[in-house]
Every structure is written in structure tokens, then in C-alpha cells.
């Protein structure tokens, strides 16, 4: 097994989940099988209680594992299926650690960060490592392994000493040291300054590794002297990235010239686009591109299938609230105006959304509503058509007298990481003339990626499909909603999965697509 290793210096941020993904890229172009890992250093055991301010959305994996959004940068640049265990914390390795010692595996041993948490990370990657992820039966090629944080912070130094020694474990012409840094340029005097990239190689270099390639971020193309002066300084050759990477590896004998024919040619067709989609993404966490990272990508791949450029307006849900009409009329008037000319896609909580979800269906606007977006369709419809004002979702109202949506029997609230139904489920489709069905290409079933705890209420079915809310996707038994449709709407469909999950730059999501080609 060849591993790169990709690591980030100066700031965070810089993207070297990117870096990762693009050299993978490159790699499989050469004609290279390869797989990735993502290391995090912080001490969460998962992705899953992190709050999306902080650190972009949760990518859900086929084996229900809960992310950092980087795996799914990996999943869709690469077109590979990772597991759970290809994303490592340093609360996963503690605790593993932590349980191999009260197991007596230790056999006395004074457990300390050197041996034995280095030796578990490393370990860990070569046991991962081998797991085929693109359909094969044996190991991948090629191994890139994405470091988070920044050299120099304490929490990431376990790590960086554990690549030391791995360097030395797997021998010369395994592994090869990528650092991403910044060229930051000063306003003044508008040069490109290379201190901050030389000084993160200089403190790399203290625990004893070197980088073999330098992927520099800049706001324009680095100056040519720039180039220059990082190669004398840092001791790495310029440019041809694939060339030195092979070289390095000792993979030039049987890696090919990289064929970007079919990246190419879509990017190419995207620079050409002139007619335009405009979507209004309606959510609580507005502010922050990353915690709709997966959407925004399975937007744009089906724009692309479309042949439309993709424009996105962000609504605050909150600004749709009758509320915001008093206090920031502006911002209610600007949402509302949006709204009306858009197509609304429907996530997260509070009234903004129910009031979203009913100009949609009222309006014949198209509508996608994942995840909490069927729940809150659900809800809305029982409100509005059923005429229940009080129905709810009892994760919002545990008292209402129509819930709606009601916590999963098999789920519980007590704790909140891992608490929840996640990872690749098999949908049935009831009604085979459905939108959704035809999209899928009139298959019996699909298999698509979950992470919820609450579900529509299946004693209120019967009343939702009398009056024009179609159940037309289940699970096994029969009992358990997973799509919903108004047949008679131009494009109305709510989803308990995550179809972004699985969407790809060649295999866009077929509710997606769906979407932007309305009416079917």
C-alpha cells in the first residue's frame, strides 16, 4: 500500500479536504484504485453532536457513520463508499486506547502517548487502509490521508509524530508528504509573501517530517519568482503535481498520463451554461454554506445533467415568521419575495419553514422536503388541509393533541449521539406511477442513506391520503413513511433520506434532477 498524506500549515481552512479529494482525482485518472481517510483531532468520537456553526454539516455514510463533511468531498470526487472507520478522531483512538487498557492488553505496561497512541493511530490506518471501497475485492493502490487542524496545534502533535514514525514503519517510497499552505497578499504592497508557508514547513520539519510537495493558496496564481523561492527554500520541486507524486511512490512504471477527459468536459460545459435555475434554500443555518455543503453539490451536479447555471437565494427561516414583519420588515418582505419565485427547499426547524412548505403547495412552487422537511410537510398538511391547528411534531410539542410525527419506537432521547436511525435503508415504492418512481426509473425499490430519530405517524396515514397526501414510498413493512407526494402538484415531494448523500458529479441525484425538470 502507497500512502499520501496531506497536511495544512498557517490557518485553517485552506482546503486540504480539496487537496485530498483533487489528488485522488488525479490518481485514479493515472489509472490508480484509491481510497481515503480523514483524521480529526479533536475529541468528539464523531461528527454527530457537532454543531453545524462550527464545523459545517454531518455526512452520513452507507454504514450509518456520522462524518466530518470531508469523507463526502472523498465519496463524490472519487465515486467510492467509505465506512465509519475511515474517519479517525482523537476521541475514537483515546478511547480505544482507553479500553485496551482496562482490558489488561497493556499487560502492565505504563500507557503513554508514545508508543501507545501513536502506534493505535497507526494501526488503525493500515487497517483501514486495505478495505475496498470502489466495488473490488482487493485493496486500493493509493491511500490519501487528510490531517485537519494546523501544524502547530497541540492537539494535532500526536498525530504528526505518529506519520514520524510511519514514515519509517512502511520505508522509503510509500509514503508522500503534501503541506497546503497560505501566500497571503499584503494590501500595501500587494506582493505574495512565502514567510508563513516557509515557517509551517519549518515547524513540520521539527517532528521530523518533510513535505515532498507544496500546494500553495493564494487569491491569483502564484508569481513565478514565488514558485521559485518556496522550492529553494522548502527544498521541493515545481509544479506537475501527478509526476512528483509517482515519483515519489515508485508508481511511475505502472500509472499512466492522467485522463481528465470527462472533468474536464464538465467543467467546460459549466463555464457555457447561460440559462439559469434559481433556488431558494430555506433553512435555520443560513449563514454558514458548509452545513448545506452536500445539498449544494447535489444542486449543482443536477444543474449540470439539466444544463442550467445555479443561483442560490439563502432564507432565513425565522425571516418568514410573522414576527419579522414588526420587528425587520425588510428582511420579511426580501424572504417573502424570494419565496414566491423560487423553489423552496425545505430543512431544519421552526414556523418560517411550516409557512414556506404551505406557499409551496399552495402555489404549485416546486418542493423538495428532506428529512425534517417531510416531517414539517406532514405537519403543515394537518394544520392547513386537516384542519388541526395544534398538530405538531412531538419533538416540538410533546403535549399536542395531533402529533403528527412522533419519535421512532426503536429511537430514544436520552442521549444524543448515535441515537439515531442512520445509514443505507431500503425504500419500497407504493404506487409505481409515482414522480418519485419514475425518476428512479420505475425500479421496485432503492437503497438511500437516513439519519433521523422521528417519523410521520403512521396512525395518521390514512387521514393525510384521503385528503391528497400520497404515501408513495415505505420501508419493509409497509408502515414506516419515506416519501410523500401531491400528485396533482406541478413538483411536491418530501423524503425521510438524505438523497444528497449519494449524489455524484456522473450520477446525479434523481430527486434533484426531478426537481429542476419539473413538470415531469
Given at each position: 500500500?502507497?500512502?499520501?498524506?496531506?497536511?495544512?500549515?498557517?490557518?485553517?481552512?485552506?482546503?486540504?479536504?480539496?487537496?485530498?479529494?483533487?489528488?485522488?482525482?488525479?490518481?485514479?485518472?493515472?489509472?490508480?484504485?484509491?481510497?481515503?481517510?480523514?483524521?480529526?483531532?479533536?475529541?468528539?468520537?464523531?461528527?454527530?453532536?457537532?454543531?453545524?456553526?462550527?464545523?459545517?454539516?454531518?455526512?452520513?455514510?452507507?454504514?450509518?457513520?456520522?462524518?466530518?463533511?470531508?469523507?463526502?468531498?472523498?465519496?463524490?470526487?472519487?465515486?467510492?463508499?467509505?465506512?465509519?472507520?475511515?474517519?479517525?478522531?482523537?476521541?475514537?483512538?483515546?478511547?480505544?486506547?482507553?479500553?485496551?487498557?482496562?482490558?489488561?492488553?497493556?499487560?502492565?505496561?505504563?500507557?503513554?502517548?508514545?508508543?501507545?497512541i501513536t502506534n493505535e493511530i497507526q494501526d488503525w490506518i493500515e487497517r483501514v487502509a486495505i478495505v475496498p471501497v470502489d466495488g473490488e475485492?482487493?485493496?486500493?493502490?493509493?491511500?490519501?490521508?487528510?490531517?485537519?487542524?494546523?501544524?502547530?496545534?497541540?492537539?494535532?502533535?500526536?498525530?504528526?509524530?505518529?506519520?514520524?514514525?510511519?514514515?519509517?514503519?512502511?520505508?522509503?517510497?510509500?509514503?508522500?508528504?503534501?503541506?497546503?499552505?497560505?501566500?497571503?497578499?499584503?494590501?500595501?504592497?500587494?506582493?505574495?509573501?512565502?514567510?508563513?508557508?516557509?515557517?509551517?514547513?519549518?515547524?513540520?520539519?521539527?517532528?521530523?517530517?518533510?513535505?515532498?510537495?507544496?500546494?500553495?493558496?493564494?487569491?491569483?496564481?502564484?508569481?513565478?519568482?514565488?514558485?521559485?523561492?518556496?522550492?529553494?527554500?522548502?527544498?521541493?520541486?515545481?509544479?506537475?503535481?501527478?509526476?512528483?507524486?509517482?515519483?515519489?511512490?515508485?508508481?511511475?512504471?505502472?500509472?499512466?498520463?492522467?485522463?481528465?477527459?470527462?472533468?474536464?468536459?464538465?467543467?467546460?460545459?459549466?463555464?457555457?451554461?447561460?440559462?439559469?435555475?434559481?433556488?431558494?434554500?430555506?433553512?435555520?443555518?443560513?449563514?454558514?454554506?458548509?452545513?448545506?455543503?452536500?445539498?449544494?453539490?447535489?444542486?449543482?451536479?443536477?444543474?449540470?445533467?439539466?444544463?442550467?447555471?445555479?443561483?442560490?437565494?439563502?432564507?432565513?427561516?425565522?425571516?418568514?415568521?410573522?414576527?419579522?414583519?414588526?420587528?425587520?420588515?425588510?428582511?420579511?418582505?426580501?424572504?417573502?419575495?424570494?419565496?414566491?419565485?423560487?423553489?423552496?427547499?425545505?430543512?431544519?426547524?421552526?414556523?418560517?419553514?411550516?409557512?414556506?412548505?404551505?406557499?409551496?403547495?399552495?402555489?404549485?412552487?416546486?418542493?423538495?422536503?428532506?428529512?425534517?422537511?417531510?416531517?414539517?410537510?406532514?405537519?403543515?398538511?394537518?394544520?392547513?388541509?386537516?384542519?388541526?391547528?395544534?398538530?405538531?411534531?412531538?419533538?416540538?410539542?410533546?403535549?399536542?393533541?395531533?402529533?403528527?410525527?412522533?419519535?421512532?419506537?426503536?429511537?430514544?432521547?436520552?442521549?444524543?449521539?448515535?441515537?439515531?436511525?442512520?445509514?443505507?435503508?431500503?425504500?419500497?415504492?407504493?404506487?409505481?406511477?409515482?414522480?418519485?418512481?419514475?425518476?428512479?426509473?420505475?425500479?421496485?425499490?432503492?437503497?438511500?442513506?437516513?439519519?433521523?430519530?422521528?417519523?410521520?405517524?403512521?396512525?395518521?396515514?390514512?387521514?393525510?391520503?384521503?385528503?391528497?397526501?400520497?404515501?408513495?414510498?415505505?420501508?419493509?413493512?409497509?408502515?414506516?413513511?419515506?416519501?410523500?407526494?401531491?400528485?396533482?402538484?406541478?413538483?411536491?415531494?418530501?423524503?425521510?433520506?438524505?438523497?444528497?448523500?449519494?449524489?455524484?458529479?456522473?450520477?446525479?441525484?434523481?430527486?434533484?434532477?426531478?426537481?429542476?425538470?419539473?413538470?415531469?
Amino acid at each position: 500500500m502507497k500512502y499520501v498524506v496531506v497536511m495544512g500549515g498557517v490557518i485553517s481552512g485552506l482546503g486540504k479536504g480539496v487537496t485530498a479529494s483533487s489528488i485522488g482525482v488525479v490518481l485514479k485518472a493515472c489509472g490508480l484504485r484509491v481510497t481515503s481517510i480523514k483524521i480529526d483531532p479533536y475529541f468528539n468520537a464523531d461528527a454527530g453532536t457537532i454543531s453545524p456553526h462550527e464545523h459545517g454539516e454531518v455526512f452520513v455514510l452507507d454504514d450509518g457513520g456520522e462524518a466530518d463533511l470531508d469523507l463526502g468531498n472523498y465519496e463524490r470526487f472519487l465515486d467510492i463508499k467509505l465506512t465509519r472507520d475511515h474517519s479517525i478522531t482523537a476521541g475514537k483512538i483515546h478511547h480505544y486506547v482507553y479500553e485496551k487498557e482496562r482490558r489488561g492488553d497493556y499487560l502492565g505496561q505504563t500507557v503513554q502517548v508514545i508508543p501507545h497512541i501513536t502506534n493505535e493511530i497507526q494501526d488503525w490506518i493500515e487497517r483501514v487502509a486495505i478495505v475496498p471501497v470502489d466495488g473490488e475485492v482487493d485493496p486500493a493502490d493509493v491511500c490519501i490521508i487528510e490531517l485537519g487542524g494546523t501544524i502547530g496545534d497541540i492537539e494535532s502533535t500526536q498525530f504528526i509524530e505518529a506519520f514520524s514514525q510511519f514514515s519509517y514503519r512502511v520505508g522509503a517510497g510509500n509514503l508522500c508528504v503534501v503541506h497546503v499552505g497560505l501566500v497571503p497578499v499584503l494590501n500595501v504592497v500587494g506582493e505574495q509573501k512565502t514567510k508563513p508557508t516557509q515557517n509551517s514547513i519549518r515547524k513540520l520539519r521539527e517532528y521530523g517530517l518533510t513535505p515532498n510537495i507544496i500546494a500553495c493558496r493564494c487569491t491569483k496564481e502564484l508569481e513565478r519568482s514565488v514558485k521559485e523561492k518556496l522550492s529553494l527554500f522548502c527544498h521541493v520541486p515545481d509544479q506537475k503535481a501527478h509526476e512528483a507524486i509517482l515519483k515519489v511512490l515508485n508508481l511511475g512504471s505502472v500509472a499512466g498520463e492522467p485522463n481528465l477527459e470527462e472533468w474536464t468536459a464538465r467543467a467546460d460545459l459549466y463555464d457555457t451554461l447561460q440559462e439559469t435555475v434559481r433556488i431558494a434554500m430555506v433553512g435555520k443555518y443560513t449563514g454558514v454554506s458548509d452545513t448545506y455543503l452536500s445539498v449544494m453539490k447535489a444542486l449543482l451536479h443536477a444543474c449540470i445533467a439539466c444544463g442550467r447555471k445555479l443561483v442560490v437565494d439563502w432564507v432565513p427561516s425565522t425571516d418568514l415568521e410573522d414576527s419579522t414583519a414588526t420587528v425587520a420588515p425588510d428582511a420579511y418582505n426580501t424572504a417573502w419575495s424570494l419565496l414566491r419565485y423560487l423553489v423552496a427547499l425545505e430543512r431544519e426547524v421552526l414556523e418560517g419553514k411550516i409557512l414556506a412548505v404551505k406557499y409551496a403547495r399552495e402555489n404549485d412552487v416546486p418542493f423538495l422536503g428532506i428529512c425534517l422537511g417531510m416531517q414539517l410537510t406532514a405537519v403543515e398538511f394537518a394544520r392547513h388541509v386537516l384542519k388541526l391547528p395544534d398538530a405538531n411534531s412531538t419533538e416540538f410539542d410533546a403535549e399536542t393533541e395531533n402529533p403528527c410525527v412522533t419519535i421512532m419506537p426503536e429511537c430514544s432521547n436520552e442521549g444524543k449521539g448515535g441515537t439515531m436511525r442512520r445509514g443505507s435503508k431500503r425504500i419500497f415504492f407504493k404506487v409505481a406511477g409515482s414522480k418519485s418512481a419514475k425518476l428512479y426509473g420505475s425500479v421496485s425499490h432503492i437503497d438511500e442513506r437516513f439519519r433521523h430519530r422521528y417519523q410521520v405517524n403512521p396512525n395518521m396515514v390514512q387521514l393525510f391520503e384521503n385528503s391528497g397526501l400520497q404515501v408513495v414510498g415505505t420501508d419493509k413493512t409497509g408502515e414506516r413513511v419515506q416519501i410523500v407526494e401531491i400528485p396533482n402538484h406541478r413538483f411536491f415531494v418530501g423524503v425521510q433520506f438524505h438523497p444528497e448523500f449519494k449524489s455524484r458529479p456522473s450520477k446525479p441525484s434523481a430527486l434533484f434532477v426531478g426537481k429542476l425538470l419539473k413538470p415531469l
